[in-house]
Structure formats: structure tokens, C-alpha cells
């Protein structure tokens, strides 16, 4: 059985004061959450709120903490950059790779998006690798080719066993941010194509169990629509995981 995962992606927002108080709001409805040793939420919070976010989730078994990027190298003259080492020290045990915003501000190419998968992975962090095609590629009907080379060139270096520790989001990046969601078809086709993808490198077997969010404006009012196609296991959610009646009502769609 695949792992049904909610990811909070924060992005760069909010002070330690709101942090720590969206953490707590999370923390205290733990009971009334649906989640299990299959269902988890991770929150990827920004880096200075980590080790806050590890000490208020430690008694929420199900729910985990994600960084929202690590660079390629193991330590060094890099400064500003977080290491995967730093984040392993923290006990942090997931990492968003390869979001459309830093492929688009901060130029990562699928190339170096390959050496940051390949050292998380050393480190033992399960990196959630974000795909997904722009607009004038949905236009020009050429999505799914896009996201098979953003994989086949990221992710067709790991063995079978790498690739199964490894969380894949697929976030066209005509949806994010904009209110503009993709149907719950579209977000079933681009799913089981890259299914597909995985399968020609990996075989059925290996494909089957990897978890695939979708992400890209999901709101409480299409979580259970999305998440309910059979190639949908679960959703990386940015502006609504701000606010903690809403991400609440869209874990436990
Ligand atoms: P959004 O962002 O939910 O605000 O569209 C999703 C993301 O960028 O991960």
C-alpha cells in the first residue's frame, strides 16, 4: 500500500510567533486528524522554524517535518546553504527538492536537481521531488513528455531501492498560487503517466509504490475530489496550509 501523504509547504512566510502558534493549533487537534502510519502530514516550514516545528510535532506521531531545500553538497564554503548533514543533525527526515520556484528564481536545472535528490537520499532524508509543466507546454499538449525528462533527468540515476524512498509531486505551475486547479482528470492523467515513466525505468512492481501529491492550488473545497483519483496519494499544499482550519479540513479529506 502506498503512503497517502498531506505536505504544508510554507514558502517564505509568516514570523516565529505565527509559526509557533499555526505548529500549536496542529499539534492540539492531533487526535481529530485522520492520520496513521499510512497517512502522514509532513510541513516543510522555513529553515529558521525547524527545530522549533521537531520540538512542538514530537508527541504527534503522524504528523513530520520537511525542509524546503538543501543544497548538493555535503558542507564547505557554501554560505547561506543548508546541508542535508545539518538537516540529518536535526533529525528532520524529508526534503522538498526541485520546486518550481527555485527552478525558476534560483535557476536549479533537472541536473543539479539530480545531486540534491543523490545526497538526501545518502542522508538517509526522503527527498519530495516537485515536477510539473508551465503553461505554454499544457497549451501546446506536451506536458507529459516535460515531466518524463524532468524525472528520467533528476531521478533515472537511483536504483530500484533509492527511487522507492523517494516522494514525487507533481505541481503544474499553471496551478500554483493562482486559484487555478487542475481537474481532478487532468491531475489523474499527468499522475498515471508519470507512473508510466517510472515503470519503463523501474518496472510495475517498483512504480506501484511510489506516492505521487499533487499540488497546485488545493483548497478544503477540492482536496476530496483530487485525492480521490486512483494515481493521487495525497497533495503538497502552499497558500492553504497557512491557515489551520483549512489544512485541517484538507488532511482529513
Ligand atoms: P499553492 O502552492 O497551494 O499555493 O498553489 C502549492 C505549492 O507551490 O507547493
Given at each position: 500500500?502506498?503512503?497517502?501523504?498531506?505536505?504544508?509547504?510554507?514558502k517564505m512566510n509568516g514570523t516565529l510567533d505565527q509559526a509557533k502558534k499555526l505548529l500549536e493549533a496542529f499539534a492540539n487537534e492531533n487526535a481529530s486528524l485522520t492520520v496513521d502510519e499510512n497517512k502522514?502530514?509532513?510541513?516543510?516550514?522555513?529553515?529558521?522554524?525547524?527545530?522549533?516545528?521537531?520540538?512542538?510535532?514530537?508527541?504527534?506521531?503522524?504528523?513530520?517535518?520537511?525542509?524546503?531545500?538543501?543544497?548538493?553538497?555535503?558542507?564547505?564554503?557554501?554560505?547561506?546553504?543548508?546541508?542535508?548533514?545539518?538537516?540529518?543533525?536535526?533529525?528532520?527526515?524529508?526534503?522538498?527538492?526541485?520546486?518550481?520556484?527555485?527552478?525558476?528564481?534560483?535557476?536549479?536545472?533537472?541536473?543539479?536537481?539530480?545531486?540534491?535528490?543523490?545526497?538526501?537520499?545518502?542522508?538517509?532524508?526522503?527527498?519530495?521531488?516537485?515536477?510539473?509543466?508551465?503553461?505554454?507546454?499544457?497549451?501546446?499538449?506536451?506536458?507529459?513528455?516535460?515531466?518524463?525528462?524532468?524525472?528520467?533527468?533528476?531521478?533515472?540515476?537511483?536504483?530500484?531501492?533509492?527511487?522507492?524512498?523517494?516522494?514525487?509531486?507533481?505541481?503544474?505551475?499553471?496551478?500554483?498560487?493562482?486559484?487555478?486547479?487542475?481537474?481532478?482528470?487532468?491531475?489523474?492523467?499527468?499522475?498515471?503517466?508519470?507512473?508510466?515513466?517510472?515503470?519503463?525505468?523501474?518496472?510495475?512492481?517498483?512504480?506501484?509504490?511510489?506516492?505521487?501529491?499533487?499540488?497546485?492550488?488545493?483548497?478544503?473545497?477540492?482536496?476530496?475530489?483530487?485525492?480521490?483519483?486512483?494515481?493521487?496519494?495525497?497533495?503538497l499544499v502552499g497558500g492553504a496550509s497557512l491557515n489551520a482550519e483549512e489544512f485541517i479540513n484538507i488532511i482529513n479529506a
Amino acid at each position: 500500500m502506498r503512503k497517502q501523504i498531506i505536505a504544508a509547504n510554507w514558502k517564505m512566510n509568516g514570523t516565529l510567533d505565527q509559526a509557533k502558534k499555526l505548529l500549536e493549533a496542529f499539534a492540539n487537534e492531533n487526535a481529530s486528524l485522520t492520520v496513521d502510519e499510512n497517512k502522514i502530514a509532513v510541513f516543510a516550514v522555513p529553515a529558521p522554524y525547524l527545530l522549533l516545528a521537531k520540538d512542538i510535532l514530537k508527541g504527534s506521531p503522524y504528523l513530520e517535518v520537511a525542509a524546503q531545500n538543501c543544497y548538493s553538497k555535503k558542507s564547505g564554503a557554501f554560505t547561506g546553504e543548508i546541508s542535508v548533514e545539518m538537516l540529518q543533525s536535526i533529525g528532520v527526515k524529508y526534503v522538498l527538492i526541485g520546486h518550481s520556484e527555485r527552478r525558476e528564481y534560483f535557476n536549479e536545472t533537472n541536473a543539479f536537481l539530480a545531486e540534491k535528490v543523490n545526497i538526501s537520499l545518502e542522508y538517509g532524508i526522503a527527498p519530495i521531488f516537485c515536477c510539473g509543466e508551465p503553461l505554454d507546454i499544457r497549451e501546446a499538449n506536451t506536458q507529459n513528455d516535460y515531466v518524463a525528462s524532468q524525472i528520467a533527468e533528476s531521478l533515472f540515476q537511483l536504483s530500484k531501492i533509492e527511487i522507492t524512498k523517494l516522494i514525487i509531486a507533481y505541481e503544474p505551475i499553471w496551478a500554483i498560487g493562482t486559484g487555478k486547479t487542475a481537474s481532478s482528470a487532468q491531475a489523474q492523467e499527468m499522475h498515471a503517466s508519470i507512473r508510466a515513466t517510472l515503470a519503463t525505468k523501474y518496472g510495475n512492481d517498483v512504480a506501484r509504490k511510489i506516492s505521487i501529491l499533487y499540488g497546485g492550488s488545493v483548497k478544503a473545497s477540492n482536496a476530496a475530489e483530487i485525492f480521490a483519483q486512483p494515481d493521487v496519494d495525497g497533495g503538497l499544499v502552499g497558500g492553504a496550509s497557512l491557515n489551520a482550519e483549512e489544512f485541517i479540513n484538507i488532511i482529513n479529506a
